[in-house]
């Protein structure tokens, strides 16, 4: 890509979305950072003007990550220009960019967190950090500042509670409000509905129309292309380090074209005939208050739950697990009466299930591809109880090679994959046991728009014999891999869409199910950590 | 050492290859020199019968830091071993002496002691859900304080005096003295033996077998392993009855070397044991516990403390000498393989 700007993306629309603004509030010049023998980030510019929001588009491992840091002062460019408002900055940390008004929301939500903390700390965790704040901590004031800023966002917290009985969804609404309290000139936001659904998400965007309308600059981080289509003015596209093109707001697809290089052929969806019922649950029930549900899976479908957070998804999986008990119901497995315990027992039986947060439930900090790959079924490549080296090799080559894992070698640490190529680790290891039902917790977060299609591929084309259930809040990644939806709601299974003659808005009409207010968090609701440690 | 590199290199790639050797093999050159040093200051240092010696004197620490390497795999830590070991050298005092019974019964009584302790431990942590560092502390003291209950708080020698007022008269057995004094071909004492077979054992058992590998997994990412199918709670329970055992087993050691119930002896031994393993941690660039590194480790601080001695160096510079190694390893391990990043 050597022309930096496509000539034909510069659309009458894209000129005119900023006429009154004329000076930019951030301009980037020839910004460079090299990693190693990697080459992050190569000679990009970049203006930002007051009142617009700019969508930052890119494959994992195309620089956002880097770009984002630099502006938001965590990391310092090797060579080029930042200029803010007129004035060059070479920011030394995060606070150094904050005081231009420079505020970053970073991916990671628990980066954004402090444990031990109540909800009122953690909302209010940028003022007691700041040089003048008071010595004492007044609690009332405290709580009255906190209020304020949760009632900015029209959330409804529990702010005395510790921050570890929020559950993903609030926590990502408190880092986001602890953003928005800053005032921030610049507002980057790194994948911010990445843990939130379609009415928190929906929410987020007017609150991001009202900051733009206060002249508020946004740069707006996401793979999903239906976030962008609704907020975003432009699109930014980086692709390998380089800037690979701008769009205006009707030219997403030309957009995702230049990201990856190619533009996604939308596949045709090949419908699977359901086999036999593999698991049911009759009368199931998950919550106390919930109504009574049927849910049966068959063999060779690929069945979504979906709703909203809180809705009582991912407690069914749990259950299926033997994370929780199921509070009521008849379950069978292939026919038997069948009561899993514990996750060790859902194993073995068949039942298998990768947990929502990649990071914390099922990735283990320095271990390798090979080692988190065959983690599970790690008695098939033991002798005596030793571990055969090169059984397991050839093992995880082979299932490398199948799911399209891209690696330098087998031994790298986790951390050394993309998102996508992680996800795919999680779910081959699965792949490896003769499953009965394969269960995923949002499998296509943090992953991008090519490596989601590839997951959701290697999804279907693997279900023939077993059942499949998949967890997915988002309507489009729902629609793109699943058989049958499931709509979830208060707990319990409200909707059944089979795949023919679904139609979107009547899915997303049943999933808000009339109401636009997000469950209040009750103390007690509790995080599958903690759920499953107890 | 760093700076070192950064003088010697010419860019950013290669300073960088200067940092992961230095965190890779720092310790092992670190060893290498204090040898050469001792050797060269002291001729005597490197004679066989000096090397015995120092092999010698690390052979109960080192047995002990191979337990906590094994709950430190399990992400706990087991603050107990060095009560554990007092308590099994008082056992098997106690056995022998008061009792009159043989070497047999008293080892497999000490080693059911320490065993005990160890399931205490476990469920202290596993069931109770007690932080490990906490319910391993109150382990120790409760041992320290058990192991002095049947002797009134002296040590056992001998011909002792019992409460009753008769004289106790058990002795050591020939065969149990000869665990801590004997020597294979005249040259290896038995206890440098009994190290090296279990250092290979938990060697194998770490980094080649399953059962291994899940410690890892646990010590890791909990949850996640829990998620994998792991018994964790099952493992937990495991690493923490092996460490109490090998905290026993060298206090078995430690008795028969002594050949006497000495009351203080087990004290220090913890934050060696300790001092070891995190050590270990530093060598070939881990960042973890693994049995090599902690024997690598036991071996650095005792070959320090052998050639200062030699060297006529005031016994009570030893402490500080362990701290010194102790915070370069901890540099090494995780100020510059933070830097490496």
Redesign the interface.
Known sequence: MSSLVSPDSLSAEHLAAYPLSPEPLVRVRNLSKTF??NRALDQVDLHLFPGEVVALLGANGAGKSTLVKILAGSQRQDTGEVWVNGQSQRFSSPLSARRVGIVAVHQQVNEGIAPGLSVAENLLLDELCQPGADFWLNRQRLLARAASIAAGLALSLPLEQPIECLGQAERQLVVLARAFALQPRLLILDEPTAALSDTEAQRLFSLIDTLRSRGVAILYISHRLSDLQRVADRAIVLRDGRLAGEFGAGQLPAAVHAMLGESLDTRAFEPRLPGRVVLSWRGAKVAAHAQAFDLDLHEAEVVVLTGLLGAGKSEIAEVL?GLRPALAGNLQLDGVAWQPGS??QA??CGVF?A?EDRT????????SLR?TLT??F??RF?RA???RNRAEATAVQAQVAALGIKTAGIDLPMSALSGGNQQKVVLG?WLLGEGRVLILDEPFQGVDVRARREIGQLLRQSATGRATLVICADLDEALEIADRILVVRDGTVVAEFPRAGLSRAALVAEVAGGTTVVPATSPHSDSP?SR??A | MPDLSASLSTG??RS?RWLQATIRYGLLLVLALIVVFFSVAEPAFLRVGNLFIILQSVSIVALLALGVTLTMAVGGLDLSIGAVAAMSLMIASYVMVVLGWGALPATLISLAGGALVGLLNGWLIVRMRVPDILATLGSMFLVIGVQLIPTGGRSIAVGMSLPNGEEAEGTFSALFLALGRARLWDTVPVPVLVTTVVALAVW?FLE????G??F??IG????????????VQRYKLLAYVLSALLASLGGLLLAARLGRGDVSSGNGLVLDALGAALIGFAVLGA??PNAFGTLVGALLVATLLNGLTMLNAPYYAQDFVKGLVLVLALMFTFGLAHRAR
């Open positions: 190693g023998a697990f996750p060790r194993i073995r299930y947990a914390n439930h099922s990735l283990i900090p320095d271990f080692r983690l599970p790690l008695e033991t109880g030793f571990i290891r950590r499953a440690s | 950013p790639d960088q194998l080649r077998t399953r059962i590998r899940l890892y997994a890791g990412n909990e949850q996640a392993a829990r998620l994998a199918g792991a018994p960042k973890k």
